[in-house]
């Protein structure tokens, strides 16, 4: 049993979906279960809407019209005006409307999760569509009555016991005769809202129903070769890792390497699934494979760069020691606003940390700190890794720049950098 993922650029166009189909029925033997994210820029597009909405602003309209007319123009590609996918997309607009008629509720985490997570139900409904088009046994799933999650809205924390039961319950026999086509980044709650797992979460969707169903692999079909040493808009000469140990790819992830979700490997890990990273358009490439066993020689360090981050320093008021008392207090109320720290520091008397700057969260979080403490900070800086480092590396990337904190270890470096 296989998983696929695509992501928004694999179907960001009629022909992007061509190839999905094309790929697809190579594999159409497999039992397989394919995930796959909004299209093209979508989630963006409806991000917009959600602030236009929630501001009450004339421009509502206009973004939602955005929205559709881009789907039109694939859908006009893909199929004939009777196809009866006219009518499943049809629907999504009208429950989309429903929610924009009414008074924005309070919550404004909830009203994106029920307005953006229409990307996914779009992009679906038309995939599916295409390849029952062409011929394959494809039956589309709500995953929101399969991912499981509490009412934590845009980072759904999963129920892994009520996810399992009911993917292995309802979807194992489906397998049996049918391909599933369903949402990444969407899951719902008990009493059946919508909820999302975080930005660029179809990655974690996907080892989510590998881990449920112990598929062998999940394949993510991307427009990169497969996992690089650096982004290639960034750095030039990259290399394309064969293999990588789960460990690595997890500690590539979490320092910011956008190429997998880092929410994705531990499930798979967990229960040892390959996780293979494939170009979606040279499908004879073998891409990287994640998590065989035997290690992998470093000898090209990893390099990842995260750009808008924030230094924070948080200095006691007092002269007392930032130590444990003072430490726990600080990590308590980093944890209550959600803020992932992305690398830190500390002396006598502050701790200084660096985290993504999402000001809805960050300005909360400095609000509070600053009751207690002295909290100055610095924005628009970014944060370079580098993992199995060289110093020929380093100085080539942080030459000419001013370093802010430096941190190292014996296989990472990090600098703060403005
Ligand atoms: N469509 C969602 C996003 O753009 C989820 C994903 O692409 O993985 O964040
Ligand atoms: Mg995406």
Redesign the pocket.
Known sequence: MQVFKF??ASVKDAEGVKNVYRIIEQYQQEKLLVVI??MGK??NALEALTRSYIAQSDETPRLLQEVRDYHAGIIQELFPPADPVHDEIANVYVELEWILEEEPHDDDDYIYDQIVSA??ILSTRIVAAYLRKMGLKARWVDARGYIQTDNTYREGNVDWETTAQLINRDLRPVLEQEIIITQ??IGGTSENYTTTLG?????YSAAIFASCLDAEAVTIWKDVPGVMNADPKLFPDTHKYGQLPYAEALEMTYYGATVI?PKTIKPLQNKKILLQVKPFLALEETGTVIGKEESVVFDVPAVILKKNQILLSVTTKDFSFIAETNLSAIFAAFAEHQVKINTMQNSAMTFSCCVDDEPQKTDALIEVLKKEYKVLYNRGLELLTIRHYTNEVIERLTRDRQVLIEQRSRNTVQYVLK
């Open positions: 992501g928004g994210s909004a979508t989630t990307g996914e990444g980044f930005r660029e979460g179809s990655d979700h």
